[in-house]
């Protein structure tokens, strides 16, 4: 399946509001309940699990993105969501450089292979600066959404 495919216009945040690196990932958390994909009871455990994860490296991979994830024991399938920061924030990336692009997502902690290859899929899909550039320069959620949906970046679904 496509990264697009699990992303839905809701589930897109344009404009980030927060500054800094945890308001950033809070405030896509908080995308997820009220998108009705996260539980609001789930919201701090899941806010945990990615604060221990960012606590063990930063999952800004350079190139202006930034991919924080965690598992959930409560999910029955992976969520997603992206926002982008126009004017870039400190995600402690890799190369040092401003995050403008950032993909959380959360997985059943069942799906520990699923989580292993969209880590890779979304780290491929991202290689270079060429997609976060043009996530960067996209007119709102529907243009992001199509410059995501051209891209062949693929994520196996979870066996059954």
């Given at each position: 399946?496509?990264?697009?495919?699990?992303?839905?216009?809701?589930?897109?945040?344009?404009?980030?509001?927060?500054?800094?690196?945890?308001?950033?990932?809070?405030?896509?958390?908080?995308?997820l309940?009220?998108?009705?994909?996260?539980?609001?009871?789930?919201?701090?455990?899941?806010?945990?699990?990615?604060?221990?994860?960012?606590q063990?490296?930063s999952?800004?991979?350079?190139?202006?993105?930034?991919?924080?994830?965690?598992?959930?024991?409560?999910?029955?399938?992976?969520?997603?969501?992206?926002?982008?920061?126009?004017?870039?924030?400190?995600?402690?990336?890799?190369?040092?450089?401003p995050v403008?692009?950032?993909?959380?997502?959360?997985?059943?902690?069942?799906?520990y292979?699923?989580?292993?290859k969209?880590?890779?899929?979304?780290?491929?899909?991202?290689?270079?600066?060429?997609?976060?550039?043009?996530?960067?320069?996209?007119?709102g959620?529907?243009?992001?959404?199509?410059?995501?949906?051209?891209?062949?970046?693929?994520?196996?679904?979870?066996?059954?």
């Amino acid at each position: 399946m496509k990264l697009v495919k699990l992303l839905s216009p809701e589930q897109i945040v344009a404009d980030l509001e927060a500054i800094e690196h945890w308001g950033a990932i809070t405030e896509l958390v908080d995308r997820l309940v009220t998108c009705e994909l996260l539980a609001a009871c789930e919201r701090e455990a899941t806010l945990e699990a990615l604060r221990a994860r960012e606590q063990l490296i930063s999952t800004g991979i350079g190139g202006g993105v930034a991919i924080p994830h965690a598992f959930s024991d409560d999910l029955e399938k992976v969520v997603a969501v992206l926002g982008r920061s126009k004017a870039g924030i400190d995600f402690e990336a890799l190369d040092q450089a401003p995050v403008h692009v950032i993909v959380l997502f959360v997985v059943p902690r069942k799906n520990y292979q699923l989580h292993l290859k969209m880590l890779a899929a979304i780290a491929k899909m991202f290689n270079g600066q060429d997609m976060s550039r043009q996530i960067l320069g996209a007119n709102g959620r529907d243009e992001i959404l199509a410059i995501l949906g051209s891209k062949s970046s693929r994520v196996e679904p979870p066996a059954s």
